[in-house]
């Protein structure tokens, strides 16, 4: 069994991405989509993209604590390469923008790439490991109103499924730090099947993975570690917070979890760039069961994905202009 070519996937994704948009505005009456979006209260959008920019200053933040052990790295430097990387991500297939973020930092900082994926791999294991914390947060803080227990259900589902995924991981990691060679080889048989170019790329690749896959000693740095991963994502539960209040909506602060909780899995799932489609129908059904008018719910979608999707994109690009890059050439550079 082979993977499917990247062409492939992304017109996998884009079908995916089409088929769940046609599906919420099939049944959406344009007069009531218009009129929630007439309702709302602009001021609110306001702090919503100030705490959308916090959380990627803070992951700048959290990405230099990550580097330590490698290099003390600049932090105009870092705070660009994550732009650039999230603009990426909003724009390129197959999420490239992780690999762009970490060609982008190798290059001024002069760091082999592949030790700075390993970086980003923990950075990754972080962010998921805060959002099980948040669903199990969600989870025991949220009830959902009658009839609506198979979305709770999943959801529960979901956390165990993700949560067997990051341990998968993490027993990789483990295993390839503690014993290199024993789990080379191991790969190295599995990879078998595989056209040779395949292996002779990723068997050099661990080598400096390896090295880039490495913690700070010092326990304070540790600290930072977790108190940066939760500030994060309390920023990245305030926009939607800030959004359903725009819309009205005043819920407590648990909705909010649920909702960003349900918009992770949604990006894990194959779509267009931007993760158009499956981040509104995750938002979408969300709401849904809480009980938000079907119309109202897709209004709210569409604003949250707008707030996480152009800011970035246009302050992206702005720092890829700055550094003197072309976003092509590096999606070229990032896919060797």
């Not at 069994?1 to 089409?18: E, N, Q, Y």
């Not at 933040?61 to 999230?86: C, D, E, H, M």
């Not at 959801?155 to 998968?168: D, K, P």
């Not at 899995?265 to 009980?291: D, N, Q, R």
Request: with cysteine; charged share 15%.
């Amino acid at each position: 069994m082979t993977a499917l070519p990247a062409d492939k996937r992304l017109w996998l994704g884009i079908g995916v991405s089409v088929a769940l948009l046609a599906l919420l505005f099939r049944s959406v009456d344009p007069a009531e989509l218009i009129r929630a979006f007439r309702g709302i209260q602009g001021i609110w959008l306001v702090p919503a993209v100030v705490f959308t920019f916090l959380s990627y200053l803070m992951r700048a933040v959290r990405w230099k604590y990550l580097l330590s052990p490698l290099k003390q790295t600049s932090f105009p430097n870092l705070l660009s390469a994550t732009l650039i990387g999230y603009m990426a991500n909003n724009l390129l297939p197959a999420r490239l923008g992780e690999l762009v973020r970490a060609y982008v930092l190798g290059e001024r900082e002069g760091i082999g790439t592949g030790a700075v994926v390993a970086t980003l791999v923990i950075d990754r294991l972080a962010d998921g490991f805060t959002v099980l914390l948040l669903l199990v947060t969600a989870v025991f803080t949220l009830r959902l109103p009658p009839g609506s227990e198979a979305a709770q259900q999943g959801l529960v589902a979901g956390g165990y499924i993700t949560l067997g995924l990051y341990l998968a991981v993490v027993v990789f990691l483990v295993l390839l730090r503690r014993n290199t060679m024993g789990t080379i080889r191991l790969l190295e048989r599995l990879l078998r099947p595989f056209p040779g170019k395949i292996a002779e790329k990723v068997i050099p690749f661990l080598g400096a993975f390896i090295d880039g896959a490495r913690i700070t000693p010092h326990w304070r740095e540790r600290l930072a570690l977790v108190a940066s991963s939760l500030v994060i994502w309390g920023f990245a539960v305030f926009p939607i917070h800030c959004v359903l209040k725009a819309f009205g909506l005043n819920f407590p602060i648990p909705v909010s979890l649920f909702i960003m909780v349900l918009l992770v899995f949604a990006v894990m799932v194959p779509a267009s760039p931007g993760f158009v489609g499956t981040y509104h129908a995750a938002c979408v059904y969300g709401l849904l069961a809480l009980g938000v008018p079907r119309g109202m719910a897709l209004s709210v979608a569409i604003v949250i994905h707008g707030i996480n999707f152009f800011p970035v994109i246009v302050v992206g690009l702005a720092c890829l202009w700055r550094e003197n890059l072309s976003l092509s050439a590096l999606s070229k550079k990032a896919v060797r």
